[in-house]
């Protein structure tokens, strides 16, 4: 199948010139169009994306949420594919999508969901143990839209969308270093208390104590990350540290509520 797809790709991004160009690479020669939605880049992000053949609009930064609703709107197909700047196409994704566009049988659901695995820097694919989650991320948008939070950007389908699942992956190279994984989590981790907080949730105390060991269980275990030796055992502290600091984020919010500051 040598024609586009009649399938509009978008990406949000700041300051990604470094890791732009492999989700442009991973679908520019088959769909019809590649949208990069940029809240401000201060360094080649921009320059990048357009030189690879993606369409570059300027939109200042609302949350990751409002971010993407934008991102759809400018896009001029109905059928949508979202990525992130961290996340690529793998080969054997694009030859399936390819492959339900040519017969049609895209159309048998309104929106498709994609395993999204992480990969490391020193890595050439992702392993065959590594963490992943299912998102819809091949959709009609006439049958469901990102979320308006500006923290959880998740589709959500209209009631009585058809969703499915597609058997390729996206490769989701989530952290430049571990420099970078820890200022991630920290920025993170205040957006979340902000939302809890604009949703009136509270977390119990209790999970001061509980947090970090149970986060580390999850990580280490669960989510297998024991099978990359130690440098498992250096990402499992790493999120358990991420959600402990969420839950401290949270008391300190409530012990400056109480004061009154």
Known sequence: MTDRLPLSAFIISKNEADRISRPIRSV???VDEVIVVDSGSTDDTVAVAEKLGARVVH?????????????????RNDWLLNLDADEEVTPELADEIKSKFADGSYGTADGWRIMIRDM????EAPAPWAYG????????????RFSASTVHDTVRPEDGATIDDLAGIMAHRSIRSLDFQVGKYNRY?????EDM?????????SRLLTEFPVSFFKAYFVRKY??????????SVNYA?????????????????????
Request: aromatic content about 16%; some cysteine.
């Open 59 to 75: 939109h200042d930064w609302k949350g990751y949420g409002p971010q993407k609703r934008y991102g759809e709107e400018q896009c």
């Open 226 to 235: 024991r099978k990359y030796g130690w440098w498992g055992f250096i990402l």
């Open 241 to 261: 540290h991420a959600r402990f600091l969420r839950v401290a984020k949270a008391y300190e919010a409530d012990l400056l509520e109480k004061q009154g500051e």
């Open 133 to 144: 989650y299912h998102q819809i991320r091949l959709y009609d948008r006439r049958k469901g």
């Open 28 to 30: 520019v020669d088959w």
């Open 197 to 205: 907080r604009a949703r009136g949730r509270k977390l119990p105390r």
């Open 120 to 123: 490391y820097a020193h890595e």
């Open 189 to 193: 981790s205040g957006m979340q208390v």
